[in-house]
């Protein structure tokens, strides 16, 4: 099993950045990419970001591209999501997400989820 547990959620105005973390532990060495998706209310989970576990060019979603970059650190099992020029639309809760086998933009790929973390973004 792997666990996930994310943090860096919070309240901030339009324009401003968050970096999220997601710690990973248990059985680290059977992942192989970890995902980023968001899920806003009455909204089904979308997909953010995603990479592979040992690194790499980072996957985005059209909505994020250019504002959001993924990365990790092995040495901490972690990886983190860095949001700039954050938008209203961005509000969401926030999961990371790993994938025993690969990494996508399909929340149903993905084997282990965390509990989530609200980001909310005034106007």
């Known amino acids: 099993q792997v666990q996930l547990v994310e943090s860096g959620g919070g309240l901030v105005q339009a324009g401003g950045s968050l970096r999220l973390s997601c710690a990973a532990s248990g059985r680290t060495f059977s992942i192989y990419g970890m995902g980023w998706f968001r899920q806003a209310p009455g909204k089904e989970r979308e997909f953010v970001a995603a990479?592979?576990?040992?690194?790499?060019?980072?996957l985005y979603a059209d909505s994020v591209k250019g504002r959001f970059t993924i990365s990790r650190s092995n040495a901490k099992n972690t990886v983190y999501l860095q949001m700039n020029s954050l938008k209203p639309e961005d509000t969401a809760v926030y999961y990371c997400?790993?994938?025993?086998?690969?990494?996508?933009?399909?929340?149903?790929?993905?084997?282990?989820w965390g509990q989530g973390t609200q980001v909310t973004v005034s106007s």
């Open positions: 990479m592979s576990w040992s690194g790499g060019i980072g």
């Open positions: 997400a790993a994938d025993r086998s690969g990494y996508s933009s399909w929340p149903s790929e993905y084997d282990y």
